[in-house]
T-cell receptor, first 115, second 115 residues
Framework: DQQVKQNSPSLSVQEGRISILNCDYT??????FLWYKKYPAEGPTFLIS?????DKNEDGRFTVFLNKSAKHLSLHIVPSQPGDSAVYFC??????????????FGGGTRVLVKP | SQTIHQWPATLVQPVGSPLSLECTVE??????LYWYRQAAGRGLQLLFY??????ISSEVPQNLSASRPQDRQFILSSKKLLLSDSGFYLC??????????????FGPGTRLTVL
């Protein structure tokens, strides 16, 4: 039972355009959401997060949107750069409620930014 | 600043041999520690987490075990490796009690191939 799903396994976008990555979740108890970027043979790096009390968080070229009623979040990257080519994972957690502050990850979306 | 180390970076082991992967964290005290596995083309699966020395929680039944002999040391072990243990193993740390946030930070990973 996948509680966090990234339904698009891959995405191709032209340099300079917007990349939109989507993530859906089923557990209504999730209240904190994160996006990670991963290059091959490296550990994921934290990109941006959002608490369920917000619907938008922005950090430079990265913006995360949260729609709690739809149990959906998205990551926008504007403008996309060739260095953004990587696998992106969304993750969700129940802050304070779940022991150990565990994260549940989606399956990832591979992004390719074409020059 | 905090850093997380994992070794070895790559490992090739025969079926039935033992395993010991080590993870250490610097620059923080009393972190939550996590072991994840990423199978080829898949997402991140949480294997174990620890909220303190000697405290280990297992997320999935498996051939592996974990130990936390020191505050900032986390070890992943197996007595006899199986082919299905092949994968990319990631250690991560997170803070406890940080109100409203729940980020985890990952090490560089260990690529394990069981032949």
């Amino acid at each position: 039972d996948q509680q966090v799903k990234q339904n698009s396994p891959s995405l191709s976008v032209q340099e300079g355009r917007i990349s939109i990555l989507n993530c859906d979740y089923t557990n209504s108890m999730f209240d904190y959401f994160l996006w990670y970027k991963k290059y091959p043979a490296e550990g994921p790096t934290f990109l941006i997060s959002i608490s369920s009390i917000k619907d938008k968080n922005e950090d430079g070229r990265f913006t995360v949107f949260l729609n709690k009623s739809a149990k959906h979040l998205s990551l926008h990257i504007v403008p996309s750069q060739p260095g953004d080519s990587a696998v992106y994972f969304c993750a969700a957690s129940e802050v304070f409620r779940a022991a150990g502050n565990k994260l549940t990850f989606g399956g990832g979306t591979r992004v390719l930014v074409k020059p | 600043s905090q850093t997380i180390h994992q070794w070895p970076a790559t490992l090739v082991q025969p079926v039935g041999s033992p395993l010991s992967l080590e993870c250490t964290v610097e620059g923080t005290s009393n972190p939550n520690l996590y072991w994840y596995r990423q199978a080829a083309g898949r997402g991140l699966q949480l294997l174990f987490y620890s909220v303190g020395i000697g405290q280990i929680s297992s997320e999935v039944p498996q051939n592996l075990s974990a130990s936390r002999p020191q505050d900032r040391q986390f070890i992943l072990s197996s007595k006899k490796l199986l082919l299905s243990d092949s994968g990319f193993y990631l250690c991560a740390w997170g803070t406890q009690g940080l109100a409203g946030s729940n980020e985890q930070f990952f090490g560089p990973g260990t690529r394990l191939t069981v032949l």
